[in-house]
């Protein structure tokens, strides 16, 4: 039986991917699977004040999971989980590649976004001889020191509840959502998702992002979904 929710946000709660609207159908659907005694949370790229306010004005339960894994947050208890950022990473990041800073990165402390979202090989081939995680999400190409990406968030959060992957589904669109996937039993790509994630889901909405989102929570409330 599916216990928690865990939802990623852009692309995934939005009206679509590049965008930042939250689709109320989506609100209103995790409103009622909470009301049905399903908690539900955050399993994000953005950073932990984001995320925090957010969680807030959803009136959500069921904790979160802030900058790509390195930041949990369950009852009012905040933990990191990875390391901090060094400055001079970042800098040398910067000269390199010449991409902007996302505006969150004043307020992140291990994982860093920056735009244009696109990843190259010679990024990965820095990163790689930095010992550092690199993924896009779509919206920002994120670096963090390993151990780091959405799992390491999860397996902590759901430590903390005292959960078995069994019992939680999560919903994803990005590459970033392939190692929160493998943290949970039941994994959900919105119709619109990098062909990667959906190629590991148990399940695929016909519909895009947030109205996928609700589309699957409709079909879980029915009991039309096995698990
Ligand atoms: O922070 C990002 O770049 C994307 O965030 P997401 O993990 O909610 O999709
Ligand atoms: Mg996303």
Redesign the pocket.
């Known amino acids: 039986m599916i216990k928690l929710f865990l939802l990623?946000?852009?692309?995934?709660l939005t009206e679509d991917r590049n965008s930042t609207a939250i689709d109320v159908d989506a609100i209103n659907a995790i409103r009622t699977l909470q009301n049905n005694g399903i908690k539900v949370g955050l399993v994000?790229?953005?950073s932990y004040p984001v995320l925090r306010g957010l969680y807030t004005y959803l009136n959500l339960n069921g904790g979160f999971v802030a900058e790509?894994g390195c930041i949990v947050f369950f009852e009012g208890q905040k933990y990191r989980v990875c390391k901090i950022m060094d400055k001079n990473i970042l800098n040398e990041f910067r000269s390199l590649f010449k991409l902007k800073d996302t505006w969150q990165n004043d307020y992140r402390e291990c994982d860093f976004?920056f735009t244009p979202a696109i990843l190259t090989d010679n990024m990965v081939e820095w990163a790689k001889s930095r010992g550092l995680y690199i993924r896009s999400?779509g919206?920002?190409v994120?670096i963090a020191y390993k151990p780091a990406g959405k799992g390491v968030g999860v397996k902590k959060l759901l430590e903390l509840q005292g959960l078995r992957k069994e019992e939680v589904a999560a919903i994803g669109?990005?590459l970033?959502d392939i190692e929160f996937f493998n943290e949970v039993g039941l994994k959900v790509a919105v119709g619109n998702a990098d062909e990667e994630l959906k190629s590991i889901a148990d399940f695929i909405t016909t519909n895009k992002s947030g109205k996928g989102v609700k589309e699957f929570v409709t079909k879980l409330l029915r009991g039309e979904i096995n698990v």
């Not at 990623?8 to 995934?12: A, C, I, N, R, Y």
């Open positions: 990623d946000l852009d692309g995934t994000s790229g953005n790509n976004g999400s919206y920002a994120h669109d990005s970033t």
